[in-house]
T-cell receptor
């Protein structure tokens, strides 16, 4: 597609429910990132994919968070048993070569609210 | 620990003013520094600075990288209300593909 597309744009869920956030990167981009951004803060790294391989998941806060990119294109970030502290803007980004002299392009984000 | 610090945290100016935003970093094996503008939608890319490109300019915006001081500035001249946004600085370094972001500077330009 023309840009990075994320869905849903907004998600309200009850505490304890699982949620799945979707990211469709720019066509042909090798690298895909998930970031979380709290109000008034910069994006915080969660995880990185190179094609379908999850090469860095050091930013995932705990084992309730997982991500996949099975065919090297669309990615899903799943949060199990959501808690109120998970409420944030979740941003996906893609880049042609991932930090190697290229910029990352961001999607509009999914605003997650856990009530 | 890798760190990117931006200052000021927020800034209010009037149209026509010139502003300078600061970004300092502490990373090992620095590779590049990027500036983004974040309005209500997605952060949009402004500049990328590396050892081989320490100064960039686009219209009223310009940026310089000071590798000795481990910092960068983003200048906006003749500010307009449309420049109101959060300006984010990010750094990359060898050994990782991730971008490390600062907390951003919130700029408000008054008419």
């Amino acid at each position: 597609g023309a840009g990075v597309s994320q869905s849903p744009r907004y998600k309200v869920t009850k505490r304890g429910q699982d949620v799945a956030l979707r990211c469709d990167p720019i066509s042909g981009h090798v690298s895909l990132y998930w970031y979380r951004q709290a109000l008034g803060q910069g994006p915080e790294f969660l995880t990185y994919f190179n094609y379908e391989a999850q090469q860095d998941k050091s930013g995932l806060p705990n084992d309730r968070f997982s991500a996949e990119r099975p065919e090297g294109s669309i990615s899903t970030l799943t949060i199990q048993r959501t808690e109120q502290r998970d409420s944030a803007m979740y941003r996906c980004a893609s880049s042609p070569r991932g930090g190697l002299g290229t910029e990352a392009f961001f999607g509009q984000g999914t605003r997650l609210t856990v009530v | 620990e890798d760190k990117v610090v931006q200052s000021p945290l927020s800034l209010v100016v009037h149209e026509g003013d010139t502003v300078t935003l600061n970004c300092s970093y502490e990373v090992t094996n620095f590779r590049s520094l990027l500036w983004y503008k974040q309005e209500k939608k997605a952060p949009t890319f402004l500049f990328m600075l590396t050892s081989s490109g320490i100064e960039k300019k686009s219209g009223r915006l310009s940026s310089i990288l000071d590798k000795k001081e481990l910092s960068s500035i983003l200048n906006i001249t003749a500010t307009q209300t449309g420049d109101s946004a959060i300006y984010l600085c990010a750094v990359t370094y060898s050994g990782t593909y991730k971008y490390i972001f600062g907390t951003g500077t919130r700029l408000k330009v008054l008419a």
